[in-house]
């Protein structure tokens, strides 16, 4: 089973925080995804890589960068953390074969 | 790009009874279709999926039908039981290229089974 780690459930940052959201991944899957969770809008994609440092854009960019140096691992960075980026955060990942799963989420608060 | 509407956004039942969530996609490109289960405060759980070369696929109590011509599939959960209350996500995705499984999700459907 694809074992997809978030290295923090809850974080809490200042407005103006550069904040890094870390992901690992076991299976040495291709693709990673890091997606943003809220009520009523479901989950949307921010960013996904299908490479070491590769990246493409997801729904959400605005306001976040990414970074994937090496393959089971694949960062979010908040460069200058605002309210409006209170969320829930999920990683995941895929390879060819199909979906993996969902990491445990980061649940984010900037006050 | 994808678009995936899901319908309806809250959906009330009594235990026992069957419960029908309704997905519709807009890329016709997309192949693979799964559902998710999500309880509060927990990941999302994949619990069904379907590829486009299936019509149907069935779990037990839980089905997913897709009709490919009409861009839509539906998740149907039969004798509802209050175990089966949380949030529903229906996805979409290409299976295949640089980032292959790459989710759109519907926004969701709030199942609650009344006992």
């Known amino acids: 089973d694809v074992k997809v780690t978030q290295s923090s459930r809850y974080l809490v940052k200042r407005t103006g925080e550069k904040v890094f959201l870390e992901c690992v991944q076991d299976m040495d899957h291709e693709n990673m995804f890091w997606y943003r969770q809220d009520p009523g809008l479901g989950l949307r994609l921010i960013y996904f890589s299908y490479d070491v440092k590769m990246k493409e854009k997801g729904d959400i960019p605005e306001g976040y960068s990414v970074s994937r140096e090496k393959k089971e691992r694949f960062s979010l960075i908040l460069e200058s953390a605002s309210t409006n980026q209170t969320s829930m955060y999920l990683c995941?990942?895929?390879?060819?074969?199909?979906?993996?799963?969902f990491g445990s989420g980061t649940r984010l608060t900037v006050v | 790009g994808e678009n995936v509407e899901q319908h309806p956004s809250t959906l009330s039942v009594q235990e026992g009874d069957s419960a029908v969530i309704k997905c519709t996609y807009s890329?016709?490109?997309?192949?693979?279709f799964p559902w998710y289960k999500q309880e509060l405060g927990k990941r999302p759980q994949l619990i069904i999926d379907?590829?486009?070369?299936?019509g149907e696929k069935k779990d037990q109590r839980i089905a997913v039908t897709l009709n490919k011509t009409a861009k839509h599939f539906s998740l149907h959960i039969t004798e509802t039981q209050p175990e089966d209350s949380a949030v529903y996500f229906c996805a979409a995705s290409r299976g295949s290229g640089a980032g292959s499984y790459q989710l759109t999700f519907g926004k969701g459907t709030k199942l609650s089974v009344i006992p």
């Open positions: 995941a990942s895929s390879s060819s074969g199909g979906f993996g799963s």
């Open positions: 379907i590829r486009s070369n299936v």
């Open positions: 890329d016709s490109a997309s192949n693979y």
